[in-house]
């Protein structure tokens, strides 16, 4: 490997985990199936294969489309804008009730389905990926010229790290997460989360 091609991927590396790194809704639900063992390689790999595609198109110069199709925007926006506010409403329902606690992961069809399916929502409903992959990091790739592959890569595996550390990492919380209240804490959490992300694609634009 040649000092640009490590320059490159360097760059989309460390560029590529400080865009994941804040708390969003894709984390957070993570975090939560990481924490009751639901799932996890499952939901992790759905997160990170959905950024590898998105920061391949982003590469590829797709954002494009988005200058030439403005509907897709708004789509995105006010449907990702519901989908999380739902979210949210059942997050804040389940720290009101409480009686959450660790549990064996659901092995079944119906389980796997639903945890894929909500994992694909907060991810490609959400304007915000969009934004980070297909516009900034491909933005930012065409300034690497001759390397925008390296960078490129250099993004998705920063994908997978923080994926897999995030879901399989979580277990190492499992002891505080075994008291109910724990889990009243993090839903609360989640709820506002959630909440505070559909409020900015609402009245944010």
């Keep these: 490997m040649d000092a640009g091609f490590l320059s490159a991927f360097a760059a989309g590396l460390a560029l590529g985990l400080s865009l994941i790194l804040a ?40 954002a494009a489309l988005a200058e030439a ?59 915000h990926v969009y934004l980070d992959t297909l516009v900034l990091l491909g933005s930012i790739a065409s300034r690497f010229e001759g390397q925008i592959w390296a960078f490129g890569s250099g993004a998705v595996v920063a994908s997978f790290l923080f994926f897999f550390a995030l879901g399989f990492g979580a277990r190492l919380l499992r002891p505080v997460f075994a008291r109910p209240a724990a889990w009243r804490v993090l839903d609360a959490i989640i709820a506002l989360v959630m909440w505070s992300i559909a409020a900015g694609l609402v009245w944010g634009g």
């Design 69 to 127: 199709a403005p509907w897709i925007a708004p789509l995105l926006r006010w449907g990702g804008a519901a989908f999380l506010i739902v979210y949210g409403a059942r997050a804040a329902l389940a720290a009101w009730r409480g009686g959450e606690a660790l549990r064996a992961a659901d092995d079944g069809a119906a389980g796997l389905r639903r945890a894929v399916l909500t994992c694909l929502a907060l991810t490609w409903l959400n304007p």
């Design 23 to 62: 708390i969003g809704a894709q984390n957070a639900f993570v975090l939560r199936q990481g924490l009751r063992g639901d799932h996890v390689f499952a939901v992790v790999m759905t997160c990170a294969l959905s950024d590898a595609v998105l920061i391949t198109a982003g590469v590829s110069g797709f």
